[in-house]
């Protein structure tokens, strides 16, 4: 089975680096691994994806030797274990706010005697039964890693009993749906957002536990990690791909002489 770099990192007390994708880009994890990432947050949350997308996309960071983290759009028991048969070597959550749910989560996607995992044995994660270890159920445990994001008032209330639950491995702010609700900005500076990640990271501390958050400069991601942060989300194809384009679309309009470019027409910015 393979080794999860996220959870060698963790363990060893380090930063674990993270980017993320939305799209189902074929050489994403490669170039991701190139540059020294350890995972890659995949969204299926909020972007649609076909199952065998899932499947091949999965396949491709086995192939280039990189974490998998794939945000689920179900927490149902079958749909969340068949994630980690095809490979995916953690799961992230969104929408955790109880210990209770966090405990159903840990029940449906880790074999027993932690949980209640279906057993099948013939997926990638146990290299097609032909390959499959002795001890496949217990490497599993050791080797996948659950998340659950914190998004709420109410998961931010109960964030120490969820981090407490065995099994849970790392507590993620949403920082879009948490400052929506608590009307601040998601900005880690935000002094609400502030207060937010102190809760957070003390009661991961507290229950020996991983926590992170989004971030989108280098800065940021130091604020968070002086605060103890190990799971930190730092660049994604829609902020290259959009940044890149802007820039690109600014040298156009001076190399034209045609002024500001159209994005600022159509969304008020200018670039």
């Known amino acids: 089975m393979r080794k999860s770099k996220v959870l060698a990192k963790l363990r060893a007390g380090k930063v674990a680096r993270i980017c993320a994708t939305g799209s189902p880009i074929a050489f994403f994890p490669a170039v991701a691994a190139r540059f020294g990432y350890d995972g ?15 499947e091949t996309a999965i ?6 030797d ?9 927490k149902e028991k079958n749909g969340l274990y068949r994630l980690l048969e095809d490979g995916a070597s953690g799961l992230m959550i969104p929408h955790v706010a109880t210990a209770d749910e966090a405990r159903a989560l840990v029940s449906a996607i880790k074999f027993p005697p932690l949980g209640d995992r279906g057993f099948c044995g013939g997926g990638r994660d146990a290299d097609y039964w032909i390959g499959k270890p002795a001890d496949y159920t217990d490497q599993a445990n050791h080797e ?3 998340t659950v994001q914190i998004e709420t008032p109410q998961a931010l209330e109960n964030a120490e009993a969820i981090a407490a639950v065995p099994g849970v491995d790392i507590l993620f702010i949403g920082p879009g749906d948490m400052s929506l609700r608590l009307g601040c900005t998601p900005g880690v500076h ?3 957002m502030l207060d937010v990640q102190k809760k957070v990271a003390a009661a991961a501390k507290k ?3 991983a926590w992170g958050r989004p971030v989108g400069s280098a800065a940021d991601a130091k604020t968070i990690i002086d605060l103890g942060a190990q799971f930190v989300v730092l660049g994604s194809e829609f902020g290259g791909i959009h940044d890149h384009l802007a820039a690109c679309a600014a040298e156009f309009d001076q190399l034209l002489g045609e002024g500001q470019s159209t994005v600022a027409d159509r969304d008020g910015k200018a670039y």
């Open 40 to 54: 890659i947050w995949n969204d299926g949350e909020h972007r649609v994806w076909n199952p065998r997308d899932i």
């Open 59 to 64: 396949g491709r960071h086995h192939a280039a």
């Open 66 to 74: 990189i974490d998998c983290v794939w945000r689920s759009v179900t």
């Open 144 to 146: 996948t890693f659950l």
């Open 190 to 192: 935000d002094p609400v």
């Open 207 to 209: 229950h020996g536990k």
